[in-house]
């Protein structure tokens, strides 16, 4: 049994607080929002009222934050968790941000002796209900290895891209790619459905042909073909527009930053914001099916 930190108990950090309280753990949390709190207290963790009164004398910490702004504020800022922690503390940042914020923490953190990995997760609300998150480390092989001993409880998956940062840079890898598959459904389910068909057997028909990929097998964007996905309901309680935009800006400056080519990565960002811009950046990033939905002539 370990003693956790837990800090960012939005769709995905309570479900995981609460599979480490079931795999035998003492978690103590702290998030800005009361109801997450509550949330978190009915699942048998213990509610802080600071981010440092949730790290005080913990092994783990563990951050489940929206952006950069959030996850360098909590660690480095006047109050940060920089200026509590021992060095025995392992921290781990699940939050999807930059590489360059994750090693910013990490360097800051490696300064005061205190261990960081970056672990972004991928698998959704419903892995982080299910504990079957994917998680993508980056850092040092030996804490990769000593994260694993909490982040078994909540994913199935452990894997270490390579150094601090490369967690980061694999996932927004991901999150394109995820992206640009969602828009492709989407636009294939609206086609379909403007020339009459059921989108279910479409749906059907294209998971056992070569078009089958996650967005439509696990997470169909269409409302009704799929029992609880947040296109069933009213696309809320997933991932949100504005979280997947920021995911993308994210994969558009590491494209810069490298000379990289990323024209879909590069569509499917405006795309995402444009969709933002029109009143839907808190509802679930499947909603874009109905940005492509065909005008009828
Ligand atoms: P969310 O907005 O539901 O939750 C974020 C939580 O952080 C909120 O409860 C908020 O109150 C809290 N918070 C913000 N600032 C805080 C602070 N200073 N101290 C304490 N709490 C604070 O977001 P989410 O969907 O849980 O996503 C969290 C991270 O995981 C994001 O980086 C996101 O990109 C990534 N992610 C999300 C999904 C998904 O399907 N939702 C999947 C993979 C990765």
Redesign the pocket.
């Given at each position: 049994m370990a003693n956790v930190g837990f800090?960012?108990?939005?769709?995905?950090?309570?479900p995981m607080a609460a599979n480490l309280v079931k795999g035998g753990h003492q978690v103590n949390v702290?998030?800005?929002?009361e109801a997450?709190l509550q949330a978190a207290k009915d699942a048998g963790c213990r509610v802080a009222s600071s981010?440092n009164e949730a790290a005080h004398g913990v092994d783990f910490v563990i951050t489940?934050?929206?952006?950069d702004k959030?996850v360098e504020?909590?660690y480095l800022g006047d109050n940060g968790l920089i200026h509590e922690l021992p060095s025995s503390t392992l921290v781990i940042d699940?939050?999807?941000?930059s590489a360059e914020t994750a090693r910013k923490v990490g360097q800051a953190l490696a300064a005061e002796n205190i261990s960081f990995i970056d672990a972004?997760?991928?698998?959704?609300?419903g892995g982080?209900k299910a504990g079957t998150l994917t998680f993508i480390c980056g850092g040092e092989t030996a804490a990769v290895e000593r994260a694993r001993y909490v982040l078994q409880h909540m994913g199935k998956n452990i894997f270490r891209a390579g150094d601090t940062g490369a967690g980061q840079v694999a996932?927004i890898c991901n999150n394109m790619l995820l992206s640009v598959l969602m828009v492709g459904t989407s636009e294939a389910l609206q086609l379909g459905i403007a020339h009459g068909l059921d989108p279910k057997v479409l749906s059907e028909i294209m998971s056992k042909s070569s078009g089958s990929n996650w967005t439509l097998d696990v997470y169909n964007p269409c409302p009704g073909v799929m029992d609880n996905v947040p296109s069933s309901n009213g696309y809320q309680g997933?991932?949100?527009v504005d979280?997947m935009s920021?995911?993308l800006g994210l994969a558009q400056q590491a494209a810069l930053a490298s000379g990289a080519a990323t024209p879909m990565g590069g569509l499917t960002h405006n795309l995402y914001r444009s969709w933002s811009q029109l009143g839907h950046g808190r509802e679930d990033f499947s909603s874009i099916f109905n940005f492509v939905k065909a005008n009828k002539k």
């Open positions: 800090i960012g108990l939005g769709n995905m950090g309570g702290f998030d800005l929002a997450a981010a489940m934050l929206p952006a959030h504020s909590v699940c939050s999807t941000i972004p997760v991928s698998g959704g609300v982080a996932k997933g991932f949100l979280l920021k995911d």
